[in-house]
């Protein structure tokens, strides 16, 4: 999923594995991590309300009480911040950015999130078509010759320097330690979409397609992943994904010609539950981590597959707002890079293992002294896709993660409005997108609006 890492959480379904997102690993380079803030404990309790009905798509909440001119103002001097740290984490060798100024390794997710950038950034005008074209050509034609995992896709970690394949400890590897089908399907959609708007691009996209055996990423109508297990490096693989990114991913390999019917069907999994009056569909199976990151990245990128991935996008930034009328709290939940002990990476989770407005550390423990933030990827995207008074009250209440110029941190603290620690490339490639969207009103696939 979407963070600067391929995390190696793995929760065991029945006999196989399932992982979720990318490496928390990543994040541990940063020692200087301050301890959890005593203000970021959960909330009050939620009172629940009767289920409403999905809200519709095109139903649209309070405009934005700016202009639209102010808007586009503040959306672009934020992407500015955004580039300023992609441009200076900028690796010539490779085309390749570092997830984090203190980590210098990717996975498959954050190089993605460099392609995307690169495309946003161009799109804005805030980089000459000769610059991106120096960096898009130089990170494809490395995609063209980084070693794969099992010559079947790419590995879960690279260093970002030279593009070399690593293990788990971040060394020089042959082998690898498997793929996961949730990055490689987001780097799949970015792959069609760079090969639909930049056509001196589709010759280098198709060789990297042609290197890799999507087949193998699905099976049975659902996602496959690849691990090896660390005490005989055997390779294994598992269903992998869940309600809204599985969906997501899945319309990443169907782009190319791989359908994994049941991981594209919210129905087949899906289990409608009650979050503050707004219906949501969780996974039937649990262990879900339902957040907004796969909404935001589907409407922007792809536009809406279906109402059904609408309506429910719609529903998860209704509840959010709800829980903000109900205590006050801005609140914009997404997975982000926060190294606070004791974990380095963090999900807030709308709803996971059946309770709402959970946060989680790599491995799936959750707590309440764990910290809470108000996303600036989140706080963009949804901006982007919905405009309101409430999604421009988050966007002015970020600010503080991107007050240096120097790049934007995961977002801030919910009560203290403080800036988390460590600028990071999702979220640096997450507002550059949505600035981007907001400019043009229709999802990036689409060469002309």
Not at 97 to 110: C, M, P, Q
Not at 223 to 245: C, F, M, P, S, W
Not at 366 to 384: C, D, E, L, M, Q
């Amino acid at each position: 999923m979407s963070t600067p890492t391929t995390f190696a959480l793995r929760i065991a379904l029945g006999t196989s594995l399932l992982v979720i997102g990318s490496t928390a690993a990543q994040c541990q380079g940063d020692a200087r991590a301050p301890r959890s803030e005593r203000d970021q404990r959960a909330g009050p309790a939620q009172q629940v309300a009767p289920v409403s009905a999905p809200v519709p798509p095109g139903a649209t909440f309070d405009p934005p009480s700016v202009s639209v001119e102010e808007q586009q103002r503040v959306l672009l001097a934020s992407a500015r911040t955004a580039w300023s740290y992609v441009s200076r984490n900028y690796f010539t060798q490779s085309g390749l950015v570092g997830a984090l100024e203190t980590w210098r390794y990717v996975t498959i997710w954050d190089i993605t999130g460099a392609l995307a950038a690169y495309h946003a950034a161009h799109g804005l005008g805030l980089i000459p078509t000769a610059d991106y074209r120096r960096r898009m050509d130089q990170a494809l034609a490395t995609l063209e010759s980084m070693a794969l995992y099992e010559s079947v896709a790419f590995n879960k970690q690279y260093d970002a320097r030279n593009a070399a394949m690593v293990d788990r400890s971040q060394e020089r590897s042959t082998r690898g330690f498997g793929w996961s089908a949730l990055d490689m399907g987001r780097f799949l959609v970015w792959l069609k979409v760079i090969a639909e708007n930049d056509p001196a691009a589709r010759a280098s996209v198709q060789r990297i397609v042609d290197r890799l055996d999507l087949g193998r990423m699905a099976r049975n109508g659902y996602l496959v992943g690849a691990t090896t297990d660390l005490k005989h490096d055997n390779h294994y693989e598992y269903q992998e994904g869940r309600i809204g990114y599985e969906q997501y991913a899945a319309q990443g390999l169907a782009l190319w010609g791989v359908r994994a019917d049941s991981a594209l069907d919210f129905r087949a999994n899906g289990k409608p539950i009650d979050i503050l009056g707004h219906r949501i569909l969780a996974d039937r199976r649990g262990d879900e981590y339902v957040t907004s990151e796969p909404f935001l990245m589907m409407g922007m990128e792809l536009g809406w597959a279906s109402p059904e991935w609408e309506s429910q996008a719609r529903n998860v930034l209704a509840a959010q707002r709800e829980r903000f009328n109900r205590t006050k709290i801005i609140t914009m939940v997404s997975e982000d890079a926060i190294p606070v002990k004791p974990a380095h990476f963090y999900y807030y989770l709308l709803h996971g293992d059946g309770k709402d407005f959970v946060v989680r550390a790599p491995g799936g423990a959750a707590s309440t002294s764990y910290p809470r933030w108000i996303s600036a990827k989140a706080a963009f995207g949804w901006h982007a896709l919905f405009p309101s008074d409430y999604t421009w009250s988050a966007v002015r209440a970020v600010r503080p993660a991107g007050a240096s110029g120097r790049g934007w941190t995961a977002g801030v603290y919910e009560r203290s409005k403080r800036a988390t620690p460590s600028f990071n490339l999702n979220t640096a490639a997450m507002v550059l997108e949505a600035a981007y969207y907001a400019q043009r009103k229709c999802a990036f696939i689409k060469p002309e609006c």
